[in-house]
């Protein structure tokens, strides 16, 4: 069930987009549309942490440890190679490596406060994520096409690359 519950959360901003705004790049202007959070986002990601902490097969607490686990897992997927974030993205983030709990179930995580009260669960750590990296990855796109497009390549040097960067900073 963890497993579904990571795979499908993956994917949230993806499709809680606000509606109208297009997720991709647009092909004629190749203007990406930032992601915000849809009105129901809050309510789907406290009822999934919910029922992760209260059903689970293990019934971990949704706790910063697991937070940490969420958040890692969320940035490996965008960029498992270690390629599009900078370390100052990492930086600005880290912050809600730990706390992802008290964005979804709140401050008092015992309680598991319900959506409607005064407590909201809050998702836009999710899409500020998937934001700079639609970012990062536009500007690698355009750097790779100027490279393309005004550098001399010589493959005559004996060089070698990390292809595998995945355990690189």
């Known amino acids: 069930m963890l497993l579904l519950l990571l795979g499908g959360g993956l994917g949230i901003p993806l499709f809680s987009a606000e509606p109208g705004l297009p997720v991709v790049p647009d092909a004629s202007t190749n203007v990406f549309h930032p992601v915000k959070p849809a009105p129901d986002d809050g309510h789907i990601a406290?009822?999934?942490?919910?029922?992760?902490?209260?059903?689970q097969f293990l019934t971990q607490p949704f706790d910063s440890a697991l937070s940490a686990?969420?958040?890692?897992?969320?940035l490996e997927t965008y960029d498992p190679q270690h390629l599009l974030f900078l370390q100052s993205?990492?930086?600005?983030f880290s912050h809600y490596r730990t706390n992802l709990h008290h964005l979804i179930l709140g401050p008092s995580t015992a309680n598991l406060h319900r959506p409607g009260t005064d407590f909201q669960p809050d998702t836009t750590v999710a899409d500020d994520i998937f934001n700079r990296f639609m970012e990062r990855l536009g500007q690698r796109v355009a750097y790779v096409n100027d490279l393309l497009q005004h550098e001399k390549f010589n493959f005559d040097a004996d060089e070698r690359i990390v292809i595998n960067?995945?355990?690189l900073p």
Not at 46 to 55: K, N, R, S
């Open 69 to 74: 686990k969420f958040f890692d897992r969320y």
């Open 46 to 55: 406290w009822t999934t942490a919910a029922m992760l902490e209260l059903h």
């Open 165 to 167: 960067r995945k355990d």
């Open 89 to 92: 993205d990492l930086a600005e």
